[in-house]
Structure formats: C-alpha cells, structure tokens
C-alpha cells in the first residue's frame, strides 16, 4: 500500500469521545508515541506518521475509526459519490496546506473520506507490525456497494473467499488496496450498520488482543485464523472497532 496512488487507502483517523485515553490506549497498544497540535493527535511509529486522531464533533457521534481514500481530485470524487446515489457529508475542503479532504456516505450507509495531498502524503508506513495493514467494507448490499465504489474510484474486483465466507478484493492498476465483505444476518446483528474497518498489523493476533484487554478494551470477534493470518477484531475503552492482524491481507 502506498498513499501516492489514487484509489489506495492513504490515511486513517479515530474520532473519539476522550482523546487523552485514546492516546494512552494505542501507544501502549502498538508502541506509538503522540504529536498533539491543537486538538488532532498524529501518532507515529520510529518517528514516521501512522494514523490520527481528533474528537468528536456530533453530538452522539460514536468513537470510530475512518478510513481516508487517496485522491488527486477531492472534489471529483465528491461530484461522482453524488451522482452514484452516495452523500456528501461534509464538502472538499483545505486543511492548511496539508491537504484537501472531504467526507461522504456511500449507497449503503458505510461512512468514508477521502485525502488529496499536499504536505502532508498520507501515511508513511503500512505493513509492519503496528502500522496499517488493511481496510475492509463490510456492506450488506455487495453488487451495490461494488457498483458505486467502481464508479467513483475505478476500482477491479477479484471474486475471493475467506474461510467460505464471500469475499471480493478490490484492485488498482491490479494491485489489491482493500476488501469487501457482505454482512451476513447468521453473522451481524441488525442494529450494525455498513462500515469500513481498518486492520493494523501485530507480530501476534493472541498477544495483542490480550494487551488490549489489560488496557481496558474488548473483543468483538475472537482471534481467528484465516488462510491470510490470524486476526481479531476489538475495540478500544470507549468502543470504537479495529481490527489487528498477524499475516498479510491478499
């Protein structure tokens, strides 16, 4: 993965309800440490940008994780997400002279952002241990959501399998940035909506769920393992999913 590419996750950030815990989790979950300007938190893994994190600004907004989009034309995306039935949330808009973002619904609901960069690319590591890894969709409408997403960011799609489980992996210039997965009602409640979940790696799937156990966060989905790995999925102290991943997403 990398955030020079148009059509690749580029960033993620946390939106969360105490930002100073927040902060107290995930460096002592994956070895972080904080750089905190005005009330956005960047965390860095030796030294180099990760993920982010900022607090909440709706009222009843729950803490989440978003996943950012790589663009290099903010406000085309946000003119193809509204004529593909998505809605814009929150218009393309410059972040000083980082760069330019916007924030979005697509058809089914699943909250997502986009990033076109300035000074500020992205992300400066993925796939070691403690940086992002993966980005999945988890929708209940997959021709739908495979239809809208293909529209906006031109994405291919590789029909794939996950321990029987449907699985489609979507593809830039054949290159995998990202998964989607259909909620099946045997697997998710009905008071789950549509959402993007963002998979860090971890040297140990069993071990890092343990940590974020002591830490004072909890387990979602068990550790699982998958043929790519062995995952779980957990959230944080105030609730909000990630999911950590020992292996490498395909």
Not at 64 to 77: C, E, N, P, R
Not at 158 to 164: A, D, F, H, I, K
């Amino acid at each position: 993965m990398t955030p020079s590419t148009p059509g690749s996750p580029a960033w993620v950030d946390l939106g969360t309800a105490d930002p100073v815990d927040a902060e107290r989790f995930y460096t002592r979950l994956f070895g972080w440490t904080a750089d905190v300007a005005g009330d956005y938190t960047t965390f860095l893994l030796n030294g180099r940008a990760v993920a982010g994190a900022g607090p909440l600004y709706g009222v009843g907004q729950p803490t989440a994780w978003s996943t950012y989009i790589g663009t290099d034309d903010a406000d085309g995306v946000a003119a193809r997400v509204a004529a593909s039935g998505g809605k814009v949330l929150v218009p393309p808009f410059d972040v000083q002279d980082q760069g330019r973002m916007a924030a979005f619904l697509d058809p089914g609901g699943a909250p997502f952002s986009v990033w076109e960069p300035g000074t500020m690319r992205g992300a400066e590591l993925f796939d070691v241990p403690g940086a992002l890894t993966w980005n999945e969709l988890n929708t209940r409408d997959l021709d739908a959501s495979m239809g809208f997403y293909r529209a906006v960011f031109g994405w291919q799609f590789r029909n794939s399998s996950m321990s029987g489980i449907p699985y489609v992996v979507a593809k830039v210039h054949e290159t995998p940035v990202c998964g989607i997965q259909p909620m099946l009602a045997e697997e998710w409640h009905d008071d789950v909506g549509p959402h993007w979940t963002v998979y860090f790696a971890v040297p140990d799937c069993d071990a890092a769920t343990d940590r974020a156990l002591t830490l004072g966060g909890s387990i979602v989905r068990p550790p699982t393992t998958l043929p790519i790995g062995r995952y779980a999925v957990l959230a944080d102290a105030q609730g909000g999913w990630f999911a950590v991943l020992a292996g490498r997403p395909s």
